[in-house]
C-alpha cells in the first residue's frame, strides 16, 4: 500500500514558521511569515510527524505497536494475526485476505491511498511466492546494480565470496589512494549480507575492518565477493510457513584464530524451522 503525500498528513507538536510563497505575498506584508499548521515537504519534523500520524491511526485500528520495532504494527487479536510494516509512505501488509481488505478500507476513509496488489519487490528485496506456499527472497536486482557501479559485468566467475586464506595473506602491499570507492562498495555489500544472503557475511564483516586504510588486497577481495554475487544471483533464501516451526539459535567463536592480533571472532544464526531468518 502507497500513501500518497504522506508526509503532508502530520501534525507538528512545535511552532514552525517559513518565508511567503512566491507570488502570494501581499504590498507591504513582506515581512510577515507563515506559521505552519501541518507538516510539508522539507521539513525537518515531517518524517517524524508522519510516522506519529500512522502509528496513532494503526493503533486506533486495533493494532500494537512492536517496542523492538517502532516500525511493525501487529494487530491484538491473536485469533486472526495480521501485521503491517511502515516503510516512510509504504505499508506491507501481512494476514488473511479479508482482514487486508478490511484494514485498507479503513485507511482509505483517512489517506488517499494506492493498493500495489500482492508484493513481489519491497526495498530491493525480490519476493516470489512458490508452488507450496512458501517465499523466496533474493536480490538480484540489486546485485546486477552493484556489478555494474563498480563495472565488473565481464569479471570472472567465482564459487566462493572470500579465499581462505586471506587472513592469513597479511602483507604490506599499497594503501588504496582513495578509499571513497572501497567504502561505498562495503556499504552495498553489507545491505546484501544483512537481508537475504548470509553466505557472504562473514567475508563483508572482515573487509568492513578495513575501511579507513584499505589496501590493494582488501579491493581485490571486495571484487571478489561481487563476483561471487554475480555468479550466485539467482540463490534464494527460503521463508517457510510452517505452523509447527521451532525457534532454534546456534552461536560458536574461533577462539583466538586471527593470528595477527588473536581476536575471536564469533557468530551467531536463528531459524525458525528450516529458515534462517537472522544471522550476524
Same mark, same amino acid.
Given at each position: 500500500?502507497?500513501?500518497?503525500?504522506?508526509?503532508?498528513? %502530520?501534525?507538528? &507538536?512545535?511552532e /514552525?514558521?517559513?518565508?511567503? +510563497?512566491?507570488?502570494?505575498?501581499?504590498?507591504?506584508?513582506?515581512?510577515?511569515?507563515c506559521?505552519l499548521? !501541518?507538516a510539508?515537504?522539507?521539513?525537518?519534523?515531517?518524517?517524524?510527524?508522519?510516522?506519529?500520524?500512522?502509528?496513532? $491511526?494503526?493503533?486506533?485500528?486495533?493494532f500494537?505497536?512492536?517496542? *523492538?520495532?517502532?516500525?511493525?504494527?501487529?494487530?491484538?487479536?491473536?485469533v486472526? +494475526?495480521?501485521?503491517?510494516? /511502515?516503510? @516512510?509512505?509504504?505499508?506491507? @501488509?501481512?494476514? !488473511?485476505?479479508?482482514?487486508?481488505?478490511?484494514?485498507?478500507?479503513?485507511?482509505? &476513509?483517512?489517506?488517499?491511498?494506492?493498493?500495489?496488489?500482492? @508484493?513481489?519487490?519491497?526495498? %530491493?528485496?525480490?519476493?516470489? =511466492?512458490?508452488?507450496?506456499?512458501?517465499? *523466496?527472497?533474493?536480490?538480484?536486482?540489486?546485485?546486477?546494480?552493484?556489478v555494474?557501479?563498480?563495472?565488473? !559485468? &565481464?569479471?570472472?566467475?567465482?564459487?566462493? +565470496?572470500?579465499?581462505?586464506?586471506?587472513?592469513?595473506?597479511?602483507?604490506?602491499?599499497?594503501?588504496?589512494?582513495?578509499?571513497?570507492?572501497?567504502?561505498?562498495?562495503? %556499504? *552495498?555489500?553489507l545491505?546484501?549480507?544483512?537481508?537475504?544472503?548470509?553466505?557472504?557475511? @562473514?567475508?563483508?564483516?572482515?573487509? $568492513?575492518? =578495513?575501511?579507513?586504510? +584499505? =589496501?590493494?588486497?582488501?579491493?581485490?577481495?571486495? !571484487? =571478489?565477493?561481487?563476483?561471487?554475487?554475480?555468479?550466485?544471483?539467482?540463490?534464494?533464501?527460503?521463508?517457510?510457513?510452517?505452523?509447527?516451526?521451532?525457534?532454534?539459535?546456534?552461536?560458536?567463536?574461533?577462539?583466538?584464530?586471527?593470528k595477527?592480533?588473536?581476536?575471536?571472532?564469533?557468530g551467531s544464526?536463528?531459524?525458525? %524451522?528450516?529458515?534462517?531468518?537472522?544471522?550476524?
Open positions: 500500500v502507497d500513501i500518497k503525500t504522506a508526509f503532508l498528513h %502530520g501534525n507538528l &507538536e512545535d /514552525v514558521y517559513m518565508s511567503q +510563497p512566491e507570488g502570494d505575498i501581499e504590498a507591504g506584508q513582506e515581512q510577515k511569515v506559521k499548521n !501541518k510539508i515537504y522539507g521539513l525537518k519534523q515531517a518524517a517524524r510527524a508522519w510516522h506519529l500520524k500512522i502509528g496513532e $491511526s494503526l493503533i486506533k485500528y486495533g500494537e505497536q512492536s517496542k *523492538a520495532d517502532p516500525c511493525l504494527f501487529k494487530f491484538a487479536n491473536n486472526n +494475526p495480521m501485521y503491517i510494516i /511502515v516503510y @516512510v509512505d509504504d505499508l506491507l @501488509v501481512a494476514g !488473511k485476505e479479508e482482514d487486508i481488505r478490511k484494514i485498507i478500507k479503513e485507511l482509505e &476513509e483517512e489517506y488517499e491511498l494506492k493498493n500495489l496488489g500482492e @508484493v513481489n519487490y519491497y526495498l %530491493g528485496i525480490n519476493i516470489e =511466492r512458490t508452488k507450496e506456499g512458501n517465499f *523466496a527472497l533474493n536480490q538480484k536486482n540489486k546485485i546486477e546494480e552493484i555494474e557501479k563498480f563495472n565488473l !559485468k &565481464e569479471a570472472k566467475p567465482t564459487n566462493i +565470496p572470500m579465499d581462505p586464506n586471506y587472513l592469513k595473506q597479511e602483507g604490506e602491499d599499497d594503501l588504496l589512494p582513495n578509499n571513497t570507492q572501497y567504502r561505498k562498495a562495503v %556499504g *552495498a555489500l545491505y546484501i549480507a544483512t537481508v537475504s544472503r548470509p553466505d557472504i557475511a @562473514v567475508a563483508v564483516n572482515i573487509l $568492513s575492518r =578495513r575501511n579507513e586504510k +584499505p =589496501r590493494e588486497r582488501d579491493w581485490n577481495a571486495v !571484487k =571478489r565477493i561481487i563476483r561471487y554475487l554475480k555468479t550466485t544471483a539467482e540463490l534464494k533464501l527460503i521463508i517457510n510457513m510452517d505452523k509447527e516451526s521451532i525457534l532454534t539459535a546456534f552461536c560458536d567463536a574461533d577462539w583466538a584464530n586471527d595477527s592480533d588473536r581476536k575471536s571472532t564469533s544464526v536463528f531459524k525458525l %524451522g528450516n529458515c534462517t531468518i537472522q544471522w550476524m
